[in-house]
């Protein structure tokens, strides 16, 4: 794989060869969210190429592929690892290729200082494997089906959603849960927007964060342009993150990957991206179109690859999915990582009594014996006996022969109160004579 480092001084060269005005960027601190821009392809800001560093690792991006060329048709294009052919989205008009794309180009540096500023301390030790496929982990599949945003420019909304699924299953526990979050609600909600107008991942990332989104049920996606119309009880089914963090090192996203799941990212679309079918894609010919939101579910450092998520349907590029070479067309340079609260494990108390007629066990709190309680609760038991016996002792999960002890819950325990019958306060039995004769 040939990987190329292009510095900042040989970007703003390209930019001036580019022949076109750099777009203003709302300035990062305390400032208000900027407004989302016109879902439409426009020149890359260098501030939106230039991350602070003194370079930028890309595997494919060159000064002279930054020019806007004329598009080559797709079957002249150069062999390479991927193949160009017909797709569900090559056929589509500019303007409808367009709407498929929903960041907003002049927000791509304001994205990523605001990734930079959420990004979590992660360990210098790294532990992640060398390839991961959450479509494949265990032999389970903890992703959930590609969706399709039809013309609307709601890329991140699906993104968002289909990240936070498939960390609901992973925390969970359970590849089956299938969970299907509203797109629709978290776009047209969330950002009172219309499909021409796109969105921003931090703003998607709050929305979840601090409101929550609705299940499909609740408000069906369409395609189009919707206004916000939830059910009315849609709280009841919500699904809230805990939190999000921005990551811009590619070794902690492989890291946060590795850990919990998928996430979402951000990367330009060229004009040759419409036409992938399959392989490892890299920029190769066409116009920068603009910038769209996906969501990562892998990699590979033997081949140098990510494995995403689109949101254009089956009929594009490996069944929805694609594969695409580390750094190209920006897909690294900066990930939201959706925080899902890992389901406190909870355990059951079993209590049970020898002879069952000698007597009765109270927990407090009795909701150990119920429900389960979290690890690590007291729970104090205490062996009641009834008229004619007396407590001897405990058995299983717990020792000792006073009336009352104390347990803690750390996984599912069994304590049994041990009675024997004495002849005092025992019931009166009558013995009649038989009289034989």
């Known amino acids: ?206 929305f979840a964060r601090d409101t929550g989104i609705a299940d499909e049920v609740c408000y069906p996606y369409a395609g189009y342009d919707q206004t916000c119309s939830v059910c009315p009880d849609w709280q009841s089914s919500a699904t809230q993150i805990s939190s999000w963090i921005g990551l811009t090192d590619v070794s902690d996203m492989k890291q946060a990957l590795a850990d919990h799941g998928p996430f979402e990212v951000t990367m330009l679309v060229y004009l040759d991206f419409y036409y992938y079918t399959e ?31 689109n949101s254009w349907g089956m009929n594009w590029g490996e069944n929805g999915w694609f594969r695409i070479a580390y750094g190209d067309c920006y897909i690294d340079g900066y990930a939201y990582v959706p925080l899902v609260d890992q389901p406190t494990p909870t355990y059951h108390l079993d209590t049970s009594v020898i002879p069952e007629e000698g007597g009765t066990i109270l927990a407090d709190p009795s909701v150990c014996v119920i429900d389960g309680c979290e690890q690590g609760t007291e729970v104090e038991l205490t062996a009641t006996p009834e008229a004619g016996y007396e407590f001897t002792g405990w058995a299983g999960d717990a020792s000792g022969s006073s009336d009352s002890i104390v347990v803690i819950i750390d996984g599912d325990m069994n304590v049994t109160a041990n009675f024997s019958s004495t002849s005092d306060g025992g019931d009166v039995r009558i013995f009649i004579p038989l009289v034989i004769g």
């Open 1 to 206: 794989m040939r990987i190329k480092t292009v510095v900042a001084s040989t970007l703003a060269i390209a930019l001036i060869l580019l022949g076109s005005t750099i777009v203003q960027l709302p300035a990062l601190a305390n400032e208000p969210d900027p407004e989302p821009g016109a879902c439409r392809a426009e020149p890359l800001s260098e501030s939106a190429l230039i991350t602070g560093s003194s370079e930028i690792t890309d595997t494919s991006t060159t000064a002279s592929d930054l020019l806007i060329d004329q598009p080559i048709p797709w079957g002249e294009q150069p062999s390479g690892d991927w193949i160009a052919g017909e797709t569900s989205v090559s056929q589509l008009g500019g303007v409808e290729q367009d709407r498929l794309l929903g960041v907003p180009m002049d927000v791509i540096d304001w994205e990523q200082s605001k990734a930079a500023e959420q990004t979590a301390t992660l360990s210098a030790s790294y532990t992640y494997p060398s390839a991961l496929d959450w479509r494949n982990f265990g032999g389970e599949d903890w992703t959930t089906p590609v969706r399709n945003q039809g013309g609307c420019g709601s890329c991140v909304a699906f993104a968002t959603t289909s990240a936070i699924e498939s960390r609901l299953e992973i925390a969970m526990g359970d590849p089956d849960l299938n969970p299907d979050l509203s797109e629709a609600h978290l776009f047209f909600c969330g950002s009172g927007s219309i499909c021409t107008n796109g969105w921003y991942p931090s703003a998607a990332m709050d």
């Open 279 to 309: 392989g490892i894609y890299e920029h190769t010919w066409g116009e920068l179109r603009g910038a769209h939101a996906v969501t990562l579910v892998g990699y590979d450092d033997s081949e140098g690859y990510w494995i995403a998520k």
